[in-house]
Structure formats: structure tokens, C-alpha cells
């Protein structure tokens, strides 16, 4: 599964950005989708998920700030991120678990990651 994000950049703190991810591949059926974060110096950590069955995560740390919408059927995710604070800036990565079936017979899962964009809140 490739998944193709855009939508990071600079904004001033109080500002809002909105983070677009879309997986493509073949044979594949979106198990969970998301948004992970990772700033200099700290370790990666999750900020928002959706489930297929439309169950969604969000960060106490970006909870009322940040919504995760889209979903794992049109295996196309968002995340809107208003109120926007220095502490935010972090490079974003989109994730997602797949199953992977081919044939019948034939299925595993997969994780797979985009590229990353840079979000960047000067203050």
C-alpha cells in the first residue's frame, strides 16, 4: 500500500492547516488509518486513527485542536488541525494497517508509511 500525503507547511501559532493521506496499491482492504507525529529529539507517537468500523483515536495533547475525518472505505484520510501551537511542529506521517488479499487464499497484513510532511508553527 503507497500512501501519498500533502497539505503540511508553516503557519503562525493559532493557525490551522488540514493534512490530506490517500492509499492506493492493489488487492488491499484498509484496516485502520492515521496520523503520527515526530519532533526533533522525540520519539514518533500517534495522534489520530480511524477504524474501518468508523471508531476514531485522538491525542489528549491535540483533543478539541485537531479532527481526523475521511474514511477507511475511500481509503482517504484528513486531519484538520486548528488553534495551532509551536509545540505542534513535528514532521506528520500518515499510516495505515491493510490486509493484503490477492486470491482467496492468500492474505497477511501490512503497515505501511507515507513520506512525511513538515509542519512547522513559528510562534
Known amino acids: 500500500v503507497q500512501l501519498a500525503e500533502s497539505g503540511g507547511g508553516l503557519v503562525q501559532a493559532g493557525g490551522s492547516l488540514r493534512l490530506s493521506c490517500v492509499a492506493s496499491?492493489?488487492?488491499?482492504?484498509?484496516?485502520?488509518m492515521g496520523w503520527y507525529r515526530q519532533a526533533p529529539g522525540k520519539e514518533r507517537e500517534l495522534v489520530a486513527q480511524?477504524?474501518?468500523?468508523?471508531?476514531?483515536y485522538i491525542a489528549d495533547s491535540v483533543k478539541g485542536r485537531f479532527t481526523i475525518s475521511g474514511h477507511t472505505a475511500a481509503n482517504t484520510i484528513y486531519l484538520q488541525m486548528n488553534s495551532l501551537k509551536p509545540e505542534d511542529t513535528a514532521v506528520y506521517y500518515c499510516?495505515?494497517?491493510?490486509?493484503?488479499?490477492?486470491?482467496?487464499?492468500?492474505?497477511?497484513?501490512?503497515?505501511?508509511w507515507g513520506q512525511g510532511t513538515q509542519v512547522t508553527v513559528s510562534s
Open positions: 499510516n495505515a494497517r491493510a490486509t493484503i488479499a490477492p486470491t482467496v487464499e492468500r492474505q497477511w497484513q501490512e503497515e505501511s
Open positions: 480511524v477504524a474501518t468500523d468508523g471508531t476514531t
Open positions: 496499491g492493489r488487492a488491499f482492504s484498509i484496516n485502520t
